[in-house]
């Protein structure tokens, strides 16, 4: 099994949709990030948390809002889904040292 | 404030030829520096990272990366290109002096292409 699950792999949706996206974890990390993938923009932070009790907003944060369910569950909703929010969705998950991220396989979503 | 740049988009090379992908940064302070691979329909993985230490890095796969405070510089080398090489390649930085979150930024991305 992998060690960073993102589920769904793909979804289209409509625009105004309430949409959730799920990430779970085995590393056994306290630290969990949802990052945004748009062609030659690269990776984007959304939210991030360190902890269940912590939650924070990243550089993109509008239309989008974050549940931290566990320390190995943490979602990521588009309340109501808009076309611009068409994209690649990446969980990762990091401990608290300086050793790299752990990426989910990503979630390509289509908003239309 | 932390920044990298990933000045070319895309880099071809012949298989069998060195390959270099180049990465530039900026921080207020001694960076954390970080090289990503994303083949098609996956997420990143980790290649190699600088701390501290030996300026040349060794990573994963045969990649290595030297680190060049004066040109603050962390280019992506191999000696030997290989077609499986072909994916897009991603450096990050993380400034320790920044203090709170420590979360690296990501640059834009270069796109790899071995040529059989």
């Known amino acids: 099994d992998a060690d960073v699950t993102q589920t769904p792999r793909n979804r289209i949706t409509k625009t105004g949709k309430r949409i959730m996206l799920e990430c779970s974890q085995t590393?056994?990390?306290?630290?969990m990030y949802w990052y945004r993938q748009d062609p030659g923009l690269g990776l984007r932070l959304i939210y991030y948390?360190?902890?269940?009790?912590?939650?924070n907003k990243g550089e993109i944060s509008d239309g989008y809002s974050v549940s931290r369910q566990a320390q190995a569950k943490f979602s990521l909703s588009l309340e109501s889904a808009i076309p611009n929010q068409t994209a690649l969705y990446f969980c990762?998950?990091?401990?608290?040292?300086?050793?790299?991220?752990?990426f989910g396989s990503g979630t390509r979503l289509t908003v239309v | 404030a932390q920044s990298v740049a990933q000045p070319e988009d895309q880099v071809n090379v012949a298989e069998g030829n060195p390959l270099t992908v180049k990465c530039t940064y900026s921080?207020?302070?001694?960076?954390?520096l970080f090289w990503y691979v994303q083949y098609p329909n996956r997420g990143l993985q980790f290649l190699l990272k600088?701390?501290?230490?030996?300026?040349l890095v060794k990573g994963s796969y045969g990649f290595e990366a030297e680190f060049n405070k004066s040109q603050t510089s962390f280019h992506l080398k191999k000696p030997s290109a290989l077609v499986s090489d072909s994916a897009l390649y991603f450096c990050?930085?993380?400034?320790?002096?920044?203090?709170?979150?420590?979360?690296?930024?990501f640059g834009r991305g270069t796109s790899l292409i071995v040529h059989p």
């Open positions: 990762a998950t990091s401990d608290i040292g300086v050793k790299g991220y752990t």
């Open positions: 590393k056994g990390h306290d630290r």
């Open positions: 948390s360190f902890d269940v009790k912590d939650i």
């Open positions: 921080v207020s302070g001694n960076p954390y």
């Open positions: 600088y701390i501290t230490g030996d300026n």
């Open positions: 990050a930085v993380r400034d320790p002096a920044s203090g709170g979150s420590y979360i690296p930024t």
